[in-house]
Each structure stands twice: as C-alpha cells, then as structure tokens.
C-alpha cells in the first residue's frame, strides 16, 4: 500500500525556520504534481504551494517570500522551506502528489497523514 510520509514538523518559535519533507513510503515508479496544503482544526485545508513535474511553482499569497517548495526527482520527494514562521502558520500541513505505483498503472492522488507545524514562543 504506497503511502505519501511527512517529516519535519514541530514546534519553533515565531521567526523561526523548519524544512518539511515528504516522499513515498515504498518505491514507485513515477510522481508528477505535487504540493503542500495546510489545515487548522475547524477550517478548510488550504493551499500552501505547488510545484510540477517540471518544476513550475505556485503559491498561496500569504506565504509568497517565506516559504519555498522544492523537489527532488531522482528521490522522489518534495519540499518545504518555511522560513519567518508566524503564529498563524500553525496547522497540520499535508503533502498530496500525483502518482504512478507502476508503469501500467493509472495516475492516482495521494494525500500524506499530515506533520503539525505549531509557531509559538
């Protein structure tokens, strides 16, 4: 059963910086899109960045200059670099990516079990 593992999360204090990461937990054959959303208990999981395959990137305008997503292809993982963290910024934050299991298999979504990123001093 592939499943998509996040790690890197905690706690830290405003200002501060934390890198998550998230990667499949067996080997697959291909990841296309892949992103970070974030979901604070009561409210809707938001977007927080997207990057392609081909490394196009996107992000929500509250986190645009503080954040940054990055990928590594050849480890199949995705990145998040959170730096100038903000109150505000607590949540659990979700990877999702589109995923091919093996080469005659269909592209499916993914959605990680999240990692709790609290800000607070």
């Known amino acids: 059963q592939v499943q998509l593992v996040e790690s890197g999360g905690g706690l830290v204090q405003p200002g501060g910086s934390l890198r998550l990461s998230c990667g499949a937990s067996v080997n697959i054959f291909s990841i296309y899109d892949m992103g970070w959303y974030r979901q604070i208990p009561g409210k809707q999981r938001e977007l927080v960045a997207t990057?392609?395959?081909?490394?196009?990137?996107n992000y929500a305008d509250s986190v645009k200059g503080r954040f940054t997503i990055s990928r590594d292809n050849a480890k199949k993982t995705v990145y998040l670099q959170v730096n100038s963290l903000k109150p505000e910024d607590t949540a659990v934050y979700y990877c999702?990516?589109?995923?091919?299991?093996?080469?005659?298999?269909?592209?499916?979504?993914?959605w990680g079990q999240g990692t709790q990123v609290t800000v607070s001093s």
């Open positions: 990057i392609t395959s081909g490394g196009s990137t």
């Open positions: 999702n990516a589109d995923l091919r299991t093996q080469s005659w298999s269909a592209i499916k979504n993914f």
